[in-house]
């Protein structure tokens, strides 16, 4: 039966490539469902995330795992690609932290890490937050995300006070931030 599944999807990547894009995207959902994720899978999902966004499809990025820690290395055009490869890469289920092991933005020989590490915490920010289904930007909720020196501000407004505290939370459990400042309002 698995043999049968794989030979599916092969058939239908080379017939229908945005109806298969569409199928990764929904066993990506599927998959969430599951508690322990290996790195293999943590891999796929990221390489999926970015195959389905189309400023990012064409990333010449390399994407590695190991123990729930994704590396992202390779080249970027602009730095917003490079912030919005990390979201995608945290917001993944059974990543624990995203590292930019040696992601060259530009002509530029720093890394993104060294350019940017406010643009990068933030970017891991709002990837777990998506992540944790904890990110809206409805008209009637939503919180913004801002980082300086580490610091990362939250601002904006949720539904109720077990939302605004499961988001400082998990804000606070992200490598790299050094302090957070919320200033999320409780609404209806």
Same mark, same amino acid.
């Given at each position: ?35 322990? $994720? ?61 590292? $930019? ?15 940017? +590490? ?30 300086? +020196? ?15 505290? +499961? ?9 790299? $931030? $050094? ?10």
């Amino acid at each position: 039966m698995k043999h049968k599944c794989v030979g599916l999807v092969c058939a239908l990547l080379m017939v229908n490539p945005i109806f298969a894009c569409e199928q990764l995207q929904h066993e990506d959902s599927v998959y969430l469902a599951h508690s322990t $994720v290996n790195d293999a899978t943590i891999v796929l999902h990221v390489k999926n995330k970015l195959k389905a966004d189309p400023q990012l499809c064409n990333s010449n990025v390399t994407i590695t795992a190991v123990n729930g820690v994704v590396c992202i290395s390779g080249k970027v055009e602009y730095d917003i690609q490079a912030e919005k490869i990390v979201a995608a890469a945290q917001s993944v289920r059974g990543v624990k932290d995203v590292e $930019v092991c040696d992601l060259q933005i530009g002509k530029s020989k720093m890394s993104m890490r060294c350019m940017l +590490n406010d643009d990068y915490i933030t970017a891991k920010v709002e990837g777990a937050l998506i992540r944790e289904n904890l990110y809206n930007m409805s008209a009637f909720e939503g919180v913004l995300v801002k980082t300086e +020196n580490g610091v990362v501000y939250l601002t904006g407004c949720v539904k109720n006070p077990v939302r605004a505290h +499961n988001i400082v939370k998990l804000t606070e459990s992200i490598p790299d $931030v $050094v302090k957070v400042i919320s200033a999320i309002k409780i609404g209806q």
